[in-house]
């Protein structure tokens, strides 16, 4: 694994490479960022930000979700994959917003991960993006980088990577971080085709020696 100072310059690189880096999910409140985090399970942003331009203009608020029936709310979200479990999650989401947090978002990650459909990844972007608080959230952006790179271990888990994360990364940089490595990943170390051959870490990036070392990087 990469040192202390590797993996400093490594994030500082990274942080030159994409400064702007943000959450590219369209919401305007924390509610909406939580049905669009949940959407993007196994799905593209830009696809989510294509089906929420209409979702969310038809649904407002969690009782609206509730006022239709469950086949309805599939349709509406019919390109998205796993629709039918994400709508009987939506539904059961805005239930329990409702019922048990006044139809309002919790800010804290314990509660959120109590939500239908909302893991610890999820929790961790609304958390960050919602209120501010210091968080990685490990998709697989951040999970495949952060193996490649040598951040940590091959063999650990998303937990154990988060974990890591945040031995390593100071806790004010912590969601900055989060969604710079996305951007590198999403953009730049791509998972079918990283762009080895023109990547600034190439000479310290464990998974690029090993590909080239098989003849699949061709260096200019």
Not at 5 to 23: N, R, S, V, Y
Not at 77 to 92: D, E
Not at 168 to 196: D, M, N
Request: charge should be positive; hydrophobic fraction near 35%.
């Amino acid at each position: 694994m990469l040192t202390k100072k590797q993996i400093e310059f490594c994030l500082e690189t990274i942080g030159e490479m994409f400064p702007d880096a943000e959450c590219e999910l369209v919401h305007d409140n924390p509610f909406e960022l939580v049905i669009a985090v949940a959407l993007s399970a196994q799905c593209t942003d830009a696809l989510v930000n294509k089906v929420t331009k209409t979702l969310f203009q038809k649904y407002k608020k969690p009782e609206d979700y509730l006022a239709v029936p469950l086949e309805e709310l599939q349709q509406d979200i019919r390109s998205i994959g796993l629709y039918r479990n994400k709508a009987k999650n939506i539904q059961k989401l805005c239930k329990m917003l409702i019922e048990e947090y006044g139809g309002e978002v919790p800010k804290d990650r314990d509660e959120l991960v109590k939500l239908p459909g909302v893991g610890r990844k999820t929790a961790n972007v609304v958390v960050s993006v919602a209120f501010g608080v210091p968080a990685i959230a490990v998709d697989t952006h951040v999970e495949r980088v952060s193996k490649r790179l040598g951040f940590c271990r091959w063999k650990d888990s998303v937990t154990e990577v988060e974990k890591a994360l945040m031995k390593k990364v100071p806790e004010s940089e912590w969601s900055v971080t989060h969604h710079r490595l996305i951007f590198f990943g999403r953009y730049h170390c791509k998972a079918q085709r990283p762009k080895c051959e023109v990547c600034p870490l190439f000479s310290l990036c464990r998974e690029g020696q090993k590909r080239y070392k098989k003849g699949l990087v061709k260096l200019p």
